[in-house]
């Protein structure tokens, strides 16, 4: 949405690049190094999403290095994830003009384009990107897509035969050629592409969509009722192959289905047109007159000059009692169509059961002049034949007010590929393990209210450093808002100048652990391992400092692995620093716990139930305990203890381990 594009201040601009200034005052390398430590600590916000603080990140270079390319492409990235479509265009077009050799801001700006309904200049993205990275079947599909929607069905039958030529086992490629068939009239083709797409590739929803557009096209309506059956089976989620299935069910006399398919399609998309028009018409069948009112008021309230819904509403007004509100309605039509005979008839009906009897004799009269000076006769009757007509949503014939809609065009909700939302956090799957606990400003969160991460340790640091912020033992915090990123700025700004004021660094060495913690909170990890190292110089005995600087490791090499960046001699010194904070605390089960967590992302399964075992002796209540444990049992073989566990971790208020435990049960079943 264009609302959340985000917009600072001259004077926040000011305060962060003399904020910026001052935090490369106190860095020992070269400006150059810097600046790639910015643009590094932004790319780690990227990764773990947090798109705000990034975005802070990537001002800072922009700021004083405008003309690299990257920062540019990487805000452009965070903007697009907070659908800021046109403030991430304007940053792609940006980094264009300052490298235009990257195939990857063009495909980005493209998609970005897309959102905006730009599919023409999409495209011409696309043709560049193509240019860069011809191999690319992405990039071929997604400029495809823009071509129909930019109904430029020439160029698109052109670029499909050249990738069916390229990719002639892909099925998509095949269901979009039958889909220009499709719009361009020649459903036999269409068919026949449509069938060769299904051979490849039977679980395609799209396909099975637009066979079912060639069904209702032809009036097949059994037909199109079992290929939107497979569609749905397939894409659960799509809102119209719900309204065009209950079109089919409507005409095979299935009003039970229909009427749940279109209550579907309000459920995924309330606002949905078609849906609740239609079904204010279902309903006025079965008699459920009042429900039918409040589908024709949403209607109304979408579109106020609606006159067909006017009128319908209008009937159910006059059926249930509110004369005075139907008169008003008939009123609205009658304006709009003088010589609508039906709404005259049906408005001096009205006039007199309310006793104005003037006013019901003067349409009364309007009628009957018509129909001897125009020998026209009243509407026709309402047939059983009339009930199964079905209108287009653009067509106003008053004779039609009865019937159900269907849209103008009919098309298939695709897909485009982008590879940008969720590229750089691409590691999330449903069965996730759970964070790492770390030190944190921020309160423990998730999910889990009553529970307060404890330990002595951190609670006697506490005390020591008073009066300075409360450190907590967090597990997976939100991401920083806006406010909350400037506070954090402003924060490790007045912790660095009073650790350059530092005469006694033994003394006041906890300013350290203080920045470390910020620092960790706004994804510096870097900036934070300097942090923790230079405090183990001045106190080797801290297990806080060896824990946090084991957690900021662990997501430094998480981020770096991610860039393809062999990161296994780190993930040893990792260990390392887990090792040793046991040493110094071993009563800490969140230490436990996190090294058995970074055991288990490296599929050491019998250290990471060791150590999460031990985790849950010392701390019972431990949620997140339980939760990856159950996961890391189950993918090592063993499924019942896994489960046990993970339903453990739902009672402790993990409640998205529920729908692990049914989706591995259910898996068991199918076996």
Known sequence: MLGKRLLLSNRVVRGLFMLLTYHLSLLPSSAQYNFERVLMAGRSALYYEDYVLSMQYFNQVIMAKPYLYEPWYFRAIAKYNLDDFLGAENDCSEAISLNPYVSGIYELRGVCRIRQQKFSEAATDYDKAILNDPTNMNLWYNRALCRIQDKDYDKANFELDSMMNRWSTNAKVYQLKAEVCMQQKDTVKASSFLDHALELDPY????????????LSRKKWKDADQQLSRAIHLKPTVANNYVNRALARYNINNLRGAMADYDKAIELDPNNFLAHYNRGQLRVQVGDDNRAIDDFDFIIQMEPNNIMAIFNRALLLDRTGDLHGAIRDYSTVIEQFPNFWTGLHYRARCYRRLGMTAKAEMDEFRIFKAQMDKHLGIQPRWSRKKTKDIRKQSDIDMDKYNQLVEADEQHVEHEYSSAYRGKVQNRKVDDELMPMYMLSYRRYNNGVKSYTAY?????????QSA??????????????SEGETRAYFTLVDSLTADIAAIKDMQKDKALLIHRAVAYTVMQNFDAAINDLTAYMQADSTSAIAYWQRGVCQAMMNEFTQSQGIDA????????????NAINLNPNNPYIYYDRATLNASRKQYNAAIDDFTRAIEIEPNLAEAYFNRGLVRIYSGNKPEGLEDLSKAGELGLFNAYSLIKKYKSANDKK
């Open 568 to 579: 296994d001699l780190r993930a040893a010194r990792t260990i390392s620093d887990f090792d």
């Open 455 to 463: 330990d002595n340790e951190v609670e006697a640091f506490n005390r």
């Open 467 to 480: 009066p300075r912020h409360h450190i907590n033992i967090s597990c997976n915090p939100k991401t920083l």
């Open 204 to 215: 395609d929803g799209d396909a099975w969509v637009v066979r079912s557009m060639i069904s």
